[in-house]
């Protein structure tokens, strides 16, 4: 599932980087596929993705998935080796977002102070 998931990540950058999909929201945007998840019958494909400086993800996630069965078919000259061509679903990637998060709390005073007070524990 991840090397079918790495090769449908990999495909599908292919075409946006092209400019085959036809949609003002998509052109003008740059978008960072982070992962793709297959279904384990391999028969869906859900792509994390990052548009990158844009506000409004919701806008772009919307006209990725209003173009799926587009790039879908797209994907079929690259993809010849898979016994069914997946349905794409695309999905905002939040990991960044969650990391962001993790590094914040990890860098305030609170935690700061406790790892301080830990390490003249062990002296």
């Known amino acids: 599932m991840l090397r ?9 950058t292919q ?3 092209r ?3 036809r949609d003002d929201v998509i052109e003008k945007t740059v978008i960072s596929i982070s992962e793709v998840r297959m279904s384990p019958d391999l028969k869906i494909a859900t792509a994390f993705v990052t548009p990158l400086g844009v506000t409004d993800h919701d806008a772009v996630i919307g006209a990725l998935n209003r173009n799926a ?6 994907l079929g000259s690259q993809l010849r080796q ?3 061509m997946p349905e794409v679903r695309f999905r905002d990637d939040t990991s ?6 993790i590094d914040e709390l990890l860098r305030s005073p609170e935690v700061q102070r406790d790892l301080d007070h830990g390490d003249t524990e062990e002296e």
């Open 82 to 84: 898979m016994k069914y």
């Open 96 to 101: 960044f977002d969650n990391y962001k998060k």
């Open 19 to 21: 400019g085959e999909v």
């Open 4 to 12: 079918v998931g790495e090769q449908v990540r990999a495909a599908i």
């Open 69 to 74: 069965k587009y790039i879908r078919g797209r």
């Open 15 to 17: 075409v946006l980087q």
